[in-house]
């Protein structure tokens, strides 16, 4: 590869750059240490790589470095003067315009330049105008809304409310601080975990396999070890042979053992055959094409109902469910996915069942023969891809003394620790796992998938390696939402009470079973745990087949079962001639009862209960009466348009309920300063933030005064990690224990020195203070003692640790509503009005929560209407680029409404509940429901994509699309008569 | 993304300096497409920017393109307002990405890699377009209609190059109209229907993209009826003619071509039909 010498200035410096011939302005910017120009999609999709050359903004990673040659390039580091930040970087600091920030630099060098456009400038409406021209920037965690608002500060000065000054004091927790790396995002510093790399580093590429499922009979990696700058191929042969999963889930893992560093079959297009370490990716991408690998092709199957064989007949589905067939003769000899003996916590490797769930209560014959009429739909929901704008990414090095550290971009530091500390038979003690910033994670990295071989390659060469993603790679060989089947069946009385429920799940896990079972469990429980029925059966299972695992994403298989749920209660409704509002009102879990479907105590919890103002909030956002017929809307000239409005109801707990442990250090330090250890993640969410704000208000200080040291191994204690819904409720109340903790020892060690009964003093910011002003301070008569004071006379750190794990979790509950249109020519459904209530028990910074909730309507958009996997005949991802796999823009979300309905929790900390997941699950149910009452068709298929509507419209009076469903309507009518 | 595999990059300042056309050469106009998606097949870069082919010009024979003139110029640059054909010429630009590659991407480029979906043939066709084409032999004009022969097909050979496009002055004063339809609101289109229409003469021209491999066009004398508009559209593209993949069917593609095509003409018809 031939070498070439560039001259340009990089933010006003003259550089000379010497790179590859075929380098992006990209890459060359990164050799310039320009690292908060983030690689996200390299193809020219996201904008996450935004510069401007010669004041021109262009997407980096598409522009060839040679035409920069005599040019001044911009970057994000060249925005601010010193200290001085821009208008635009001011307006998302003060806009709060980004959750994990990884879009951030590419949005502000893009909204700078856009503001200047005359389209946008003198745009009658600058908000339509700045959604429609950033379709060349991708958010996945704001929802756009915050950056929206920003750029319409920076560029047009809108002001909006004064956001609080971050030392303010008084009450810390309920106020929208600002998340505290703010100012390094909007100044694209290298916080991210790829921003920095030891000296040295190797990097690793792996093989992928080009089939679906076969065995390696051969491999020579002869050719690629001799290949310049290559130092090491792995294989199968070169690694120790131990099952694990890749979930990150602690102890006991309840998933299936069924990976292996790399194995000796491959089990789908994209799985790892071989890794390569060299001294550069291009080398070591080189090697990996010089790896001859002899396969042994076996048949293969991509439908989980197919992969079963005879095991799929109690699901209850049609016979013509199945998407693939097997043919006629291997009907006998299912492809089997792990006929490996040393797997183990498989539930039916024989029918590629990788777990089961079943779950019941009550008497379900009883409850059919109580109903009066009986409702029965087959769902189908795709496979779909997290899209973390930051790419799964380690780098693995020694210390002096044989210390393993892992700097990797997971949610799991600590089971990531425990994991690679069994598979390479180290201590726990000698493994190092942290995370430096996440750009984002939502799930997939809640999976070990870099860490393992990037550590090995270490441990092999001696030298530090990095293992980076590209998008290709994230889009086909990490992991998906659970594909599902899903068959719903109702039985209800004429007064609307459900006498019965039966629901059967068949999810995709694809390749392995990392997640699958737990994700079936909340595919079940918490649709069919929503409603009061005394009935219910639930039967889900996580199958095997030759695609892209499936794995952890937001909402955790609830957000497919609420899909199947909610659409089916609105088809009740419409039965029952009933508002869908109504219906749930009477329906609904009461605040009395409990979640007891197939459990005899109880693992969730109502603590708080703002079910029934969540409901009458988004009711009257919404402007919705009873009976409101759809309405028509006035352009119809240029086609024929159907607006209607549409509602669904969602739940998810708050963390896991006895497992999930997190432990909090909190200290004086000596300088006067806290100090806060927390084990947690924060994925860009803002938790960071949040945890310190439960401190604050104990320790009646400002979280200026916090430092806070997070989610590394060897720094900070135990905590399970960031997913299901826990770092607010969990880690947040072992802040809060820890935090009374120390305020209870600074107050009593004060105790000694000011000789004050401890009940008369209190903290107060960096002081002790006497409730009754007696001290003779001269410039405060109740200042007793400063806490640095303090500190230093008691020689050094004052510190305590507290533990929490949660006897139960807390529900939260997310009412959603929504109004579209939908072109009857065309099948194209708009989202007009969001408006989303969530019961959330207490937010602790009501902007973050916010946050957090528009970001998952947005992520629950694109679920509905145009997010799928699409995979051809080899079970091969066609669309892993994000111009063919379509996230919402900005211009496809409507200005949306949250409403907080806060009622303190009484398990959560201070009140709070989980929020997390909750956001995504009620979009889908809600845009089909509005798409119904906007035509009167109904579909059961995800994503609503313009065809699929087009084509509900199309057979619209053979009742509806699919032909299952059309076959149950019989059924349902026979039965009601 | 960055192209392992290039060894050499050549930057001509006239189109004799280039050695004989090779396997593993490309072209390398804006680089909005080279540079998204690996190309291992590349060696040698062959940068057109220093031939200053970047031309936007009005010249008595029409508008013409540079090869290298890039889209933001389109959007930029002032025409006179009875110049209808601009329209779709910036819709085009806008259909095709965001304001950041229009700074980069060129219009002969997007043409020249001729997918299915490509935002300017259709526009090329509309407007009567041509192309001039250099080749080791000489130049020559290509008929927009001629020029795209499938999906990333077109009757240019290995070493060819598009110099330029003229669209012919006559057609620059026809009104257009530039409908797309798309699975999201934006991407790849699944049906683009460029109509333009001459007002003096009643005359329409619609160049129909996404649907078949290959844009295909449509001429009409007058204005149509609708019932012309269904068997003429039949006639151009049957339906086995018709993209069948996994973003959207045949059948979808036709029919959407069939309701844009309505939508599009709406506006020529006059009061009485609107």
């Known amino acids: ?977 | 993304m960055d192209l392992h595999t290039v060894e050499t990059l050549l930057r001509p300042t006239r189109l004799d300096e280039l050695p004989p056309w090779q396997p593993g050469m490309a072209w390398l106009a804006g680089g909005t497409w080279l540079f998204t998606e690996p190309q291992p097949q590349v060696k040698t870069l062959v940068d057109l920017q220093r031939l200053g082919w970047d031309e936007l010009a009005v010249t008595e024979a029409g508008l013409v393109i540079g090869a290298t003139c890039v889209m933001s110029r389109l959007v930029e640059a002032e025409f006179p307002e009875q110049w209808g054909a601009i329209a779709a010429l910036r819709r085009g630009v806008h259909a095709l990405a965001s304001f950041k590659v229009q700074n980069v991407a060129t219009v002969v480029g997007n043409l020249c890699l001729a997918l299915p979906a490509g935002t300017f043939a259709p526009v090329m066709m509309a407007l009567g377009a041509r192309y001039e084409v250099l080749s080791p032999g000489g130049a020559a004009w290509i008929e927009a209609v001629d020029f795209q022969t499938g999906a990333r097909r077109t009757i240019l050979q290995p070493g060819d190059v598009v110099r330029r496009v003229l669209i012919p002055r006559e057609f620059l004063t026809w009104q257009t109209t530039y409908q797309r339809i798309c699975v999201a609101s934006a991407g790849l289109a699944l049906a683009i229907v460029v109509t333009a229409y001459n007002p003096m003469t009643q005359q329409v021209r619609v160049g129909i993209g996404a649907v078949s491999p290959a844009p295909k066009l449509l001429t009409f004398a007058g204005m149509p009826t609708a019932e012309e508009v269904a068997i003429a559209l039949n006639t151009a593209i049957p339906l086995e003619d018709c993209i069948e993949d996994d973003q959207a069917s045949a059948t979808y593609r036709r029919e959407m071509a069939r309701v844009l095509l309505g939508r599009s003409l709406a506006p020529f018809y006059g009061p009485t039909r609107s």
């Not at chain 1, 939502?442 to 590209?470: H, M, S, Y």
């Not at chain 1, 949250?898 to 398990?907: I, K, M, S, W």
Request: proline content about 5%; aromatic content about 6%.
């Open chain 1, 1 to 977: 590869m031939n070498e070439q010498t560039l001259h340009f200035q990089v933010n006003g410096q003259e550089q000379q750059i010497c790179c590859a011939v075929g380098a992006s302005l990209l890459s060359a910017l990164h050799q310039q240490g320009c690292m908060g120009v983030h690689r996200v999609c390299d193809s020219g999709d996201c904008g996450s790589c935004t510069v401007w050359v010669n004041d021109v903004a262009v997407h980096s990673c598409i522009f060839p470095a040679f035409r920069a040659e005599g040019t001044a390039v911009t970057t994000i580091e060249g925005l601010a003067q010193g200290a001085s930040l821009t208008p635009m970087q001011r307006a998302f600091l003060e806009k709060q315009g980004f959750q994990c920030g990884y879009c951030t630099p590419g949005m502000i060098m893009s909204a700078t330049k856009l503001v200047e456009r005359p389209e946008v400038v003198q745009a009658e409406d600058p908000d339509a105008a700045i959604r429609n021209w950033m379709d060349g920037n991708l958010c996945r965690c704001t929802g756009y809304q915050a950056i929206a608002e920003s750029i319409l500060a920076g560029g047009f000065g809108f002001q909006a409310e004064v956001s609080p000054g971050l030392a303010e004091s008084g009450c810390q927790v309920g106020r929208s601080i600002p998340k505290q790396d703010g100012p390094a995002i909007v100044t694209g510093q290298p916080i991210y975990t790829a921003d920095w790399v030891p000296a040295g580093t190797l990097h690793l590429k792996v093989l992928r396999s080009p089939h679906a499922h076969a065995l390696i009979r051969r491999i020579d990696t002869t050719k690629a070890q001799t290949l310049p700058g290559v130092h090491v191929v792995l294989t199968h042969a070169d690694v120790p042979r131990i099952p694990y999963t890749t979930a990150g889930h602690g102890e006991p893992v309840p998933d299936p053992h069924d990976h292996y560093l790399l194995d000796n079959k491959v089990r789908f297009v994209g799985d790892r055959v071989a890794a390569v370490v060299a001294d550069s990716v291009a080398i070591a991408e080189q090697a990996c094409g010089l790896i001859e690998v002899d396969y042994e092709v076996l048949p293969h199957v991509l439908d989980p109902l197919a992969a079963m064989g005879d095991r799929a007949v109690d699901l209850g589905f049609p016979p013509d469910a199945a998407s693939t067939k097997l043919s006629s003769d291997s009907s006998t000899r299912l492809p089997l996915l792990h006929d490996e003996p040393d797997s183990f916590q498989i539930h039916d490797a024989q029918h590629n069942i990788a777990g089961e769930v079943r779950l019941e209560k009550g008497n379900l014959e009883r409850g059919w023969a109580e109903a009066d009429f009986t409702l029965e739909r087959i769902y189908q929901v795709p496979a779909v891809q997290h899209f973390h704008l930051e790419p799964h990414v380690s780098t693995s090095w020694l210390e002096a003394d044989g210390t393993l550290v892992v700097r990797s971009a997971t949610q799991v530091p600590f089971h990531c620790q425990r994991v690679l500390a069994q598979l390479f038979d180290l201590p726990k003690e000698k493994v190092r796992v942290f995370k430096t910033h996440l750009g984002g994670g939502f799930g997939n990295k809640q999976e070990i998938l870099t860490e393992d071989l990037c550590a090995l390659a270490t441990l092999k060469t001696g030298r530090p390696v990095q293992w980076q993603f590209t998008r290709w790679e994230e889009m086909t060989a990490t992991n998906s939402r659970h594909a599902a089947k899903i068959r719903l069946k109702v039985g209800v009385k004429r007064d609307g009470t459900l006498t019965a429920m039966e629901m059967a799940v068949a999810a995709n896990t694809g390749a392995y079973g990392n997640h699958g079972t737990q994700v079936v469990f909340l595919t079940g429980s918490m649709p069919l745990g929503l409603y009061r029925c005394e009935n219910q059966r639930y039967l889900g299972r996580s199958v095997y087949t030759n695609t892209m695992p499936g794995g952890a994403f937001r909402g955790y298989g609830a957000t497919q079962g609420f899909f199947a749920m909610e659409c089916l209660m609105d088809e009740v409704a419409i039965a029952l001639q009933l508002d869908p509002l109504e219906l749930r009102r009477r329906q609904l879990i009461q605040p009395s009862a409990g979640l007891l479907l197939g459990a005899d105590h109880h693992f969730h919890l109502i603590g708080s209960y703002g079910l029934q103002e969540a409901l009458d909030q988004v009711q009257q956002r919404l402007q919705h009466t009873p009976a409101m017929p759809p309405s028509r809307t006035g352009q119809d000239s240029v086609g024929q348009t159907r607006r209607g409005i549409g509602f669904a109801v969602a739940m998810q707990g708050s963390g896991l309920a006895k497992i999930h442990e997190a432990r909090v250090r909190l200290a004086l330090q000596p300088n006067g300063r806290y100090l806060m250890r927390t084990g947690s993640v924060d994925l860009g969410t803002g938790s960071d933030t949040t945890l310190r704000q439960i401190a604050a208000e104990v320790l009646h200080t400002t979280i200026d005064q916090i430092d806070i040291i997070t989610a590394d191994t060897k720094e900070t204690p135990f905590d399970a990690g960031a997913y299901a819904s826990a770092t607010t409720y969990i880690t947040g109340q072992a802040v809060l224990l820890a935090a009374q903790d120390l305020r209870s020892h600074l107050l009593n060690r004060a105790v000694e020195m000011v000789n004050i009964p401890v009940e008369q003093m209190d903290l107060q910011g960096d002081c002790i203070v006497s409730k009754n002003e007696v001290s003779e301070h001269e410039n405060d008569p109740s200042l007793l003692i400063t806490l640095e004071t303090l500190a230093h006379q008691q020689n050094g750190v004052i510190e305590v640790e507290r533990h929490y794990a949660a006897d139960a979790s807390t529900l939260t509950f997310a009412v959603q509503g929504v109004e579209v249109e939908v072109d009857l020519e065309t099948g194209k459904v708009s989202v007009l009005k969001a408006v989303q209530a969530v019961d959330i028990g207490k937010a602790i910074n009501p902007r973050i929560c916010e946050g957090q909730i528009i970001g998952g309507m947005a992520m629950g958009l694109g679920y509905a209407l145009t997010e799928e996997l699409r995979l051809n005949e080899q079970g091969q991802t066609l669309n892993p680029t994000p111009r063919t796999y379509r996230l919402p823009l900005a211009k496809d979300m409507p200005k949306v409404e949250v409403v907080l309905v806060e009622r303190g929790d009484p398990y959560g900390p201070l009140g709070a509940k989980g929020v997390g997941e909750v956001s995504v699950n009620g979009m889908a149910p809600a845009i089909a429901n509005a798409v119904a009452h906007a035509t009167g068709v109904r579909l059961y298929q995800l994503p609503m994509t313009p065809e699929r509507v087009w084509a509900a419209l199309r057979s619209r009076h053979s009742s509806d699309s699919s032909a299952c469903n059309r076959g149950l309507e019989n059924a349902d009518l026979e039965n009601d008569a």
